[in-house]
């Protein structure tokens, strides 16, 4: 006999049990489990962006001055613009899922078959194009100068307009190897070599009296020390992105110790480290829930093809793979504002 509940004082029903609670499929009440539990994840991780970005607020990349790149305008400025149309592109996806989940409920297989084959098309478009974005953004633009304290040397011109090492640097008739195993220490190797030389640079950029640096200066939080900037202990040092002068620039490039072109886990031309890492872990992350979602979707559309679910006169694996799909859509919403917008 199905169990029943029933109120003391009217006796009205307010649940059958069954097999089925909430009216929903084991198969969706567990994608459900799997969504709220990966929502947390992907909540852990923008709030630990947030945090870091707060505290690193002065000397953090501009979103604007790193994602510049379209495909097939090389060398013409379009900041955000790609990362943009990444966006719409996979929120279509989203209203293409949609329709296939509607046609499936009215069982029309050509209909699932075209609008799950065109949820395919976006998620390849989105995780291509994503892979294009780390490429520029390992690869870099402008190139810039660490000092041995660790600093980012960047070059501008008087305007304050970042400059391309390439636009003023010209390799030096000199010999550079790099550093490997087999030519040092077992543990001992060296990171592909930059296109230019720490010397080649420091020889360019005084050739260019017209370039400035712009890199982080360390401030006292104390109007006192603004002025002479000297630091005294026991007070908070504050990091702030500042053009220097000519001559501050030829003084902190004679303390250049690496050419750092692009990003990776361990250097950032762009600013702070920290910024490549999120940018790197976060994004990643959700590139893989995009490429899992393809690979299912692929094998749900071969599905819908064979006659699979019309046999069984139920789309419900199309309405559940849409759950996920729309899920990884909403994620990349947030990840879009927290990271490209705010």
């Known amino acids: 006999m199905e169990p029943t509940v029933t109120t003391a004082n009217t006796g009205q029903k307010t649940w059958g049990g069954g097999n089925e609670p909430l009216g929903a499929s084991y198969?969706?009440?567990?994608?459900?489990?799997?969504?709220?539990?990966?929502?947390?994840?992907?909540?852990g991780f923008l709030a630990s962006y947030g945090f870091s970005r707060f505290k690193f607020?002065?000397?953090?990349?501009?979103?604007?001055?790193?994602?510049?790149?379209?495909?097939?305008?090389?060398?013409?400025?379009?900041p955000m613009y790609?990362?943009?149309?990444?966006?719409?592109?996979?929120?279509?996806?989203?209203?293409?899922?949609?329709?296939?989940?509607?046609?499936g409920h009215k069982l029309q297989q050509s209909k699932v078959a075209i609008y799950m084959f065109l949820t395919i098309i976006g998620g390849l478009i989105f995780v291509g194009s994503q892979a294009w974005e780390w490429s520029n953004f390992i690869k870099g633009e402008y190139g810039a100068i660490e000092t041995k304290g660790g600093s980012?040397?960047?070059?501008?011109?008087?305007?304050?307009?970042?400059?391309?090492?390439?636009?003023f640097v010209k390799q030096l008739p000199e010999e550079r190897e790099q550093l490997t195993r087999n030519k040092g220490k077992w543990f001992m190797k060296e990171?592909?070599?930059?296109?230019?030389?720490?010397?080649?640079?420091?020889?360019?950029?005084?050739?260019?009296?017209?370039?400035?640096?712009?890199t982080e200066v360390i401030y006292e939080d104390s109007k006192e020390n603004k002025a002479d900037k000297t630091l005294q202990p026991g007070l908070n040092h504050i990091k702030h992105k500042e053009i220097l002068t000519r001559a501050e620039s030829e003084r902190r490039l004679a303390s250049a110790h690496l050419v750092v072109e692009g990003a990776n886990l361990e250097r950032n031309e762009y600013g702070s480290k920290l910024f490549a890492d999120f940018f790197f872990f976060i994004t990643g992350f959700h590139g893989f829930h995009v490429f899992s979602g393809v690979i299912i979707n692929i094998i749900i559309f071969f599905n819908v093809i064979l006659g699979t679910y019309e046999k069984r006169r139920s789309y419900e694996m199309v309405e559940k793979v849409g759950l996920y799909w729309h899920f990884v859509d909403l994620v990349w919403v947030f990840v879009f504002t927290v990271f490209y917008l705010v």
Do not use: C
């Open 27 to 43: 198969g969706k009440l567990m994608m459900w489990f799997f969504i709220v539990s990966d929502a947390l994840t992907f909540s």
């Open 57 to 78: 607020i002065e000397t953090w990349p501009s979103a604007e001055e790193v994602f510049t790149h379209f495909p097939f305008m090389h060398g013409v400025p379009a």
């Open 82 to 103: 790609y990362v943009a149309l990444m966006t719409f592109i996979l929120i279509f996806s989203s209203v293409t899922m949609v329709l296939a989940v509607d046609a």
């Open 152 to 167: 980012i040397l960047q070059f501008v011109d008087n305007t304050g307009k970042r400059v391309k090492m390439e636009d």
């Open 191 to 214: 990171a592909a070599l930059p296109t230019f030389s720490v010397n080649e640079v420091q020889t360019a950029f005084k050739e260019h009296p017209e370039l400035l640096v712009r």
